[in-house]
Nanobody
Framework: QVQLVESGGGSVQAGGSLSLSCAAS????????MGWFRHAPGKEREGVAFIYTGGVNVYYAGSVKGRFTISEDNAKNTVYLQMNSLKPEDTAMYYCAAAEVGPLECGFVAQDGFAEWGQGTQVTVSS
């Protein structure tokens, strides 16, 4: 069992930046696929970025590629999402989640494959 807690959300103007953190507790953090998802009103929840902890495999949704960067600090059991050049379309509740899959599968896992989810952190981008 792993517990995930997101933080770092807030309100910014378009073009601004935010850095989200997902702190994992427990002893199952290593060798997991960690994903960031977002859910905006009126839209379906979508995957944003994924990283395999302890590896170099990262994946991004096309809508954020080049603007967002996912990374991890293994010593702190924390996954980050650096969001630059934010757009109003990025406004959503952002969640982190964990899936028990290998590094090559990470990024291609269905949402129901993520067994652990955080509580979410709100990101609001104003024009």
């Amino acid at each position: 069992q792993v517990q995930l807690v997101e933080s770092g959300g807030g309100s910014v103007q378009a073009g601004g930046s935010l850095s989200l953190s997902c702190a994992a507790s427990g002893h199952t953090y290593n060798n997991k696929c960690m994903g960031w998802f977002r859910h905006a009103p009126g839209k379906e929840r979508e995957g944003v970025a994924f990283i395999y902890t302890g590896g170099v495999n990262v994946y991004y949704a096309g809508s954020v590629k080049g603007r967002f960067t996912i990374s991890e600090d293994n010593a702190k059991n924390t996954v980050y999402l650096q969001m630059n050049s934010l757009k109003p379309e990025d406004t959503a509740m952002y969640y982190c989640a964990a899936a028990e899959v290998g590094p090559l599968e990470c990024g291609f896992v269905a949402q129901d494959g993520f067994a652990e989810w955080g509580q979410g952190t709100q990101v609001t981008v104003s024009s």
